[in-house]
């Protein structure tokens, strides 16, 4: 199995759509056997469904992610674990014994009809509604 994760200074980063770097394990049972980082290379949103498809990954573990993403994780078969914080490592391997805490309702509201907000996003001013952001 191939996990990502949403990837940045060791941590879970918390915006699907602007994650700059995947960390991808390669597992086998309960175990993590290789890890690469990977760049998402200017890549955003459901651009990076293709991408992480691609690299042939099968799980996903994000922070927020908006419904246009999800869906678009939903058709390239990949499953998703979103609203997750701390170590990626740490999730990981939470994931591979059953213990990750995530949230199945994660939602990245700043996208609803058609309106941004710009809070601690790292996107600038404003006041975020995801919940979860952070930078």
């Given at each position: ?41 200017g890549s955003g949103h459901g651009a990076l469904a293709g991408m992480l498809s691609g ?59 058609g309106h941004e907000h710009h809070g601690d996003c790292g996107h600038g001013g404003g ?9």
């Amino acid at each position: 199995m191939r996990v990502a994760v949403t990837y940045e200074n060791g941590e879970v980063y918390q915006h699907f759509g602007h994650t700059e770097q995947f960390k991808i394990y390669v597992t086998e049972e309960k175990e993590i056997l290789s890890s690469e980082i990977v760049d998402t290379n200017g890549s955003g949103h459901g651009a990076l469904a293709g991408m992480l498809s691609g690299q042939k990954v099968d799980t996903l573990i994000c922070g927020g992610i908006g419904q246009g993403a999800k869906d678009a994780l939903a058709q390239a078969g990949i499953s998703l674990y979103g609203g997750v914080t701390g170590g990626a490592d740490a999730a990981v391997k939470a994931f591979l014994e059953g213990n990750l805490s995530y949230n199945p309702d994660v939602a990245c509201s700043h996208h609803e009809n058609g309106h941004e907000h710009h809070g601690d996003c790292g996107h600038g001013g404003g006041e975020c509604r995801h919940g979860r952001c952070g930078k």
